[in-house]
């Protein structure tokens, strides 16, 4: 193998390890803007900005606004959970 033919292997095995890197991560965490999380949730963007301020997780990038969704499944699960024992204790069903 000349140095040449070397070279240009190596590089094809450098650059495959790069694009291998670059690929999203199947565990990467999605995240989206107040008016994304408005349409996953099926509510107004300034229902999300208003919600942040009583616990909906958000966190700030800069000045941007942004929401995990991971976090967001996770706070409606338990938000769901403390209705239907707030609706039991008043003796009501959610259907």
């Known amino acids: 193998m000349s140095i040449e033919e070397m070279i240009t292997q190596t590089v ?3 650059l495959v390890d790069i694009l291998e890197e670059l690929k999203p991560k199947s565990n990467a ?3 989206m803007n107040a008016k994304e999380v408005g349409q996953y949730l099926n509510m107004s963007e300034s229902w999300v900005r208003q919600e942040r301020m ?3 997780p958000h966190f700030y990038l800069g000045n941007k606004l942004l929401f995990n969704k991971e976090d967001i499944d996770q706070w409606r699960l338990s ?3 403390s209705m239907n024992v707030t609706a039991r204790r008043k003796g009501l069903k959610l259907v």
């Open 54 to 56: 009583n616990g909906l």
């Open 12 to 14: 094809k095995e450098v």
């Open 29 to 31: 965490k999605e995240v």
């Open 79 to 81: 938000r769901t959970s």
